[in-house]
């Protein structure tokens, strides 16, 4: 007994704390960033209508739409026109320092309570997509991804560690991340096993008649006037999502496993109009890439150039 409750600590010790080179931070730091950038740089010309007092939702209206333990900035600010401009351009200036990793953690920790309080001054804004963008803010805290591709890698306190020190990491900031992610998947399959259309394969053909949502970009109309290929497509979706909570978690699988979630969501990215959430969700497999591989790869490309 005691064998096998030793083992079970010796796994669980590699699982989270083990030593590894977690480059693939930095790579996910600099695409988390620019999807942020863009997300609320697509705000400016109607941040007033949104989030101003004069606007479609004043502050005390905003919070009888949202649960009254929710917490936002601006419950303490001024209601001013010019206060929000202000907390607005700070949002966007942490988000560009995350992207160029300047003190990293810090600009994580500002981007994840900015967007969390303009978040809770319009709720009926925001959906899913939004929702997923502040848990991972709020992982990138814990994540080392400043030590990676970053302006952090300048300064001297940065530069006097080894090299051993600066690039490997216990791995349980990043198990939480790939935790989360996981979820992600696991609750979507749950919830759309729950449906009857999605098991009847109908789902694929009701969402490819809503115009606002479907239709982005040509397909060809046999995927579109053939119900047995709409159902296929539906099945095909729903495996690949049941697949990939799995493959990702095993070292023989994970590679075919990204490669399958990039196809997916390239695919729906094509057909849908949901905004960002497809390129975000790539972004978080590159969290599922082993960093060593990563530095290997970089290590070739480097070989490989003319000197």
Not at 130 to 157: E, H, M
Request: with cysteine; hydrophobic share 55%.
């Amino acid at each position: 007994m005691s064998l096998s409750i030793d083992g079970a600590r010796q796994a669980w010790n590699r699982f989270f704390f083990a030593p590894t080179n977690l480059s693939q931070c930095g790579i996910f730091r600099i695409a988390y960033a620019s999807l942020l950038l863009i997300n609320i740089l697509v705000w400016w010309p109607d941040l007033e209508r949104w989030f101003g007092e004069h606007g479609v939702l004043g502050y005390e209206a905003s919070r009888t739409v949202i649960d009254p333990d929710t917490w936002t900035l601006f419950a303490w600010l001024p209601k001013t026109d010019g206060v929000l401009w202000g907390c607005y351009l700070l949002l966007i200036g942490h988000t560009f320092l995350l992207l160029v990793g300047l003190f990293t953690r810090f600009q994580a920790a500002c981007v994840f309570v900015w967007f969390t309080s303009f978040q809770h001054r319009n709720l009926l804004l925001f959906d899913g997509e939004d929702y997923l963008f502040r848990i991972l803010a709020f992982l990138l805290i814990f994540l080392p991804a400043g030590n990676y591709w970053s302006l952090d890698r300048l300064r001297p306190s940065m530069r006097r560690l080894s090299v051993r020190r600066l690039c490997w990491h216990p791995v349980w900031p990043l198990r939480l991340a790939q935790i989360q992610i996981t979820l992600v998947y696991v609750s979507t399959v749950w919830e759309k096993l729950r449906g009857a259309d999605w098991l009847d394969g109908l789902a694929a053909y009701y969402v490819s008649r809503l115009d606002d949502v479907f239709g982005r970009f040509p397909v060809p109309s046999i995927f579109l006037e053939s119900l047995f290929v709409m159902k296929l497509l539906t099945w095909a979706v729903l495996a690949v999502e049941c697949v990939l909570p799995i493959g990702l978690w095993f070292k023989e699988t994970r590679r075919w496993a990204i490669c399958l979630g990039v196809a997916l969501h390239l695919a729906l990215e094509y057909t849908m109009n949901l905004f960002l959430f497809h390129w975000l969700m790539i972004t978080c497999l590159i969290l599922f890439i082993e960093g060593t591989l990563i530095r290997q790869g970089l290590a070739a490309i480097k070989a490989r150039r003319p000197h």
